[in-house]
């Protein structure tokens, strides 16, 4: 059988992999199953039957670090035959998925056990009869409370939102203020603990929301450009951890010229993946992230396609759902980026009016509509070259979704149906889910989606 479980709770976003030698089997989220948001504790049907379990981290040092934090612990609820730490989860994660021989790995995270930033020199070596083993070294780590994942989080609290949730709210945000106290915060983020939210700082009061987080953008571009110049090499480069959420800072590391993969579930759901694959000690074959429950329907294309054209959006749920917080074609709101239609959308999901979308387009004509890094994840953010404004952020760039001609999603022959019909080779694509609540997982939640919130999902 060979079967590997690896799995990862007790902090946010539970998470379960399950492998056979080098093939995925499935990997899920808690949240989506539970219908918790970030549920921290694994749902029962997620622990299936294995030869091997393997969890993410080592629970007696992070014990350590709790109570040098005089933080609450709690312990994992599932007992598992080996163990791996937080960041060699996450490091693996990523570098047992990509195709790189030899590598740098940059892992940002708020917090694991200790580390909050470890930087690893990553090589496959070939052994007798061709067999290749996978080496992962750690060169570099910072270790708390130095942490920009905490800092983010701080800064994200401070303005009204989530920590550890919202923080690509204060991505978004930043694009509409300027870094005017980049220096303020860069005295925060290396000299104040985080953890517990910004300090009561009289300087702070006087700065907007959208400058503070402007601010905060700019100081963790420039610390994680710096670690990628003083301690990655290697031209290519794994970046993992939540902070590989961050696709601006992304796009500027792309600037560097690296080669860059980030597996699109960099969070510590994805590390359940890494315990998985460094428990197997081989790398995996990296298909795509369409590995969590399955709904086979009878879509039809052109009636989507036509329900466009009426209606201007619709639900999408087919196929097996996204591994990774991106709806990619699988879970989606689509929608006619022709139109103005930001504002019903955000609507839709009860989010706030400012928040941008990004659009899925065909990888044919990608080109012709932006300029920039971008790929099938939404993992950076390009240039728009054309005036669709639903799918343009006030900055003038898109987190595009690149739509290759043999991507298993549905997303793609409706993109080329609506193409055909429209002459416009993208969509708005957003997560079919409302604002705080877990993206829809199975047809019944599709159902009860469409009810709800009077949208038609197909
Ligand atoms: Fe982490």
Same mark, same amino acid.
């Given at each position: 059988?060979?079967?590997?479980?690896?799995?990862?709770?007790?902090?946010?976003?539970?998470?379960?992999?399950?492998?056979?030698?080098?093939?995925?089997?499935?990997?899920?989220?808690?949240?989506?199953?539970?219908?918790?948001?970030?549920?921290?504790?694994?749902?029962?049907? $997620?622990?299936?039957?294995?030869?091997?379990?393997?969890?993410?981290?080592?629970?007696?040092?992070?014990?350590?670090? $709790?109570?040098?934090?005089?933080?609450?612990? %709690?312990?994992?609820?599932?007992?598992?035959?080996?163990?791996?730490?937080?960041?060699?989860?996450?490091?693996?994660?990523?570098?047992?998925?990509?195709?790189?021989?030899?590598?740098?790995?940059?892992?940002?995270?708020?917090?694991?056990?200790?580390?909050?930033?470890?930087?690893?020199?990553?090589?496959?070596?070939?052994?007798?009869?061709?067999?290749?083993?996978?080496?992962?070294?750690?060169?570099?780590?910072?270790?708390?409370?130095?942490?920009?994942?905490?800092?983010?989080? /701080?800064?994200?609290?401070?303005?009204?939102?989530?920590?550890?949730?919202?923080?690509?709210?204060? *991505?978004?945000?930043?694009?509409?203020?300027?870094?005017?106290?980049?220096?303020? *915060?860069?005295?925060?983020?290396?000299?104040?603990?985080?953890?517990?939210?910004?300090?009561?700082?009289?300087?702070?009061?006087?700065?907007?929301?959208?400058?503070?987080?402007?601010?905060?953008?700019?100081?963790?571009?420039?610390?994680?450009?710096?670690?990628?110049?003083?301690?990655?090499?290697?031209?290519?480069?794994?970046?993992?951890?939540? @902070? %590989?959420?961050?696709?601006?800072?992304?796009?500027?590391?792309?600037?560097?010229?690296?080669?860059?993969?980030?597996?699109?579930?960099?969070?510590?759901?994805?590390?359940?993946?890494? /315990? /998985?694959?460094?428990?197997?000690?081989?790398?995996?074959?990296?298909?795509?992230?369409?590995?969590?429950?399955?709904?086979?329907?009878?879509?039809?294309?052109?009636? !989507?396609?036509?329900?466009?054209?009426?209606?201007?959006?619709?639900?999408?749920?087919?196929?097996?759902?996204?591994?990774?917080?991106?709806?990619?074609?699988?879970?989606?709101?689509?929608?006619?980026?022709?139109?103005?239609?930001?504002?019903?959308?955000?609507?839709?999901?009860?989010?706030?009016?400012?928040?941008?979308?990004?659009?899925?387009?065909?990888?044919?004509? %990608?080109?012709?509509?932006?300029?920039?890094?971008?790929?099938?994840?939404?993992?950076? @953010?390009?240039?728009?070259?054309?005036?669709?404004?639903? @799918?343009?952020? @006030?900055?003038?760039?898109?987190? !595009?979704?690149?739509?290759?001609?043999?991507?298993?999603?549905?997303?793609?022959?409706?993109?080329?149906?609506?193409?055909?019909?429209?002459?416009?080779?993208?969509?708005?694509?957003?997560?079919?889910?409302?604002?705080?609540?877990?993206?829809?997982?199975?047809?019944?939640? %599709?159902?009860?989606?469409?009810?709800?919130?009077? !949208?038609?999902?197909?």
């Amino acid at each position: 059988m060979n079967k590997i479980l690896g799995l990862s709770e007790g902090f946010h976003d539970a998470g379960a992999t399950l492998i056979q030698n080098s093939k995925i089997l499935s990997a899920t989220h808690a949240e989506r199953i539970s219908r918790v948001k970030n549920d921290r504790w694994l749902h029962h049907s $997620q622990i299936a039957e294995a030869d091997t379990t393997a969890f993410y981290e080592k629970d007696w040092l992070k014990r350590t670090r $709790q109570i040098y934090a005089r933080q609450p612990y %709690a312990k994992p609820r599932i007992k598992t035959d080996v163990s791996f730490y937080h960041h060699q989860s996450h490091a693996a994660a990523g570098f047992y998925t990509s195709k790189f021989d030899e590598c740098n790995i940059l892992v940002v995270d708020a917090i694991g056990e200790w580390d909050t930033i470890s930087i690893w020199k990553a090589w496959v070596e070939k052994g007798p009869l061709g067999k290749k083993r996978p080496h992962m070294k750690k060169i570099k780590s910072f270790k708390y409370p130095y942490s920009i994942g905490l800092f983010y989080s /701080a800064i994200t609290k401070y303005i009204g939102l989530k920590p550890m949730e919202d923080e690509y709210i204060t *991505m978004g945000m930043a694009g509409y203020g300027d870094p005017t106290d980049s220096l303020l *915060m860069e005295n925060i983020l290396k000299n104040v603990n985080c953890h517990k939210g910004l300090p009561d700082l009289p300087e702070l009061r006087h700065i907007s929301k959208e400058n503070m987080a402007a601010s905060a953008q700019s100081v963790i571009e420039r610390e994680l450009t710096k670690l990628v110049l003083n301690h990655c090499p290697s031209r290519n480069l794994v970046m993992m951890g939540g @902070v %590989a959420l961050n696709c601006v800072a992304n796009s500027k590391i792309a600037g560097l010229g690296k080669n860059i993969w980030i597996m699109p579930n960099p969070g510590d759901c994805g590390s359940s993946l890494g /315990a /998985a694959a460094l428990a197997y000690g081989k790398k995996l074959k990296w298909i795509d992230p369409y590995l969590g429950t399955d709904i086979k329907n009878d879509i039809k294309i052109k009636e !989507v396609v036509k329900h466009l054209i009426d209606h201007s959006y619709c639900g999408i749920a087919n196929g097996r759902s996204e591994f990774g917080p991106r709806a990619l074609g699988n879970r989606s709101l689509i929608a006619d980026p022709r139109r103005d239609i930001k504002d019903t959308i955000n609507q839709v999901k009860r989010r706030q009016r400012f928040r941008p979308f990004g659009p899925a387009i065909l990888e044919e004509y %990608a080109d012709e509509y932006f300029k920039g890094p971008m790929n099938e994840y939404m993992q950076f @953010v390009a240039k728009a070259k054309h005036d669709y404004k639903s @799918v343009t952020h @006030v900055d003038g760039t898109s987190r !595009v979704q690149i739509v290759k001609p043999d991507c298993k999603s549905v997303i793609r022959p409706i993109l080329e149906e609506w193409y055909e019909k429209t002459g416009c080779p993208m969509l708005l694509n957003t997560s079919l889910n409302i604002k705080g609540q877990p993206m829809v997982d199975t047809w019944e939640d %599709a159902l009860a989606f469409q009810k709800e919130y009077n !949208v038609k999902v197909f």
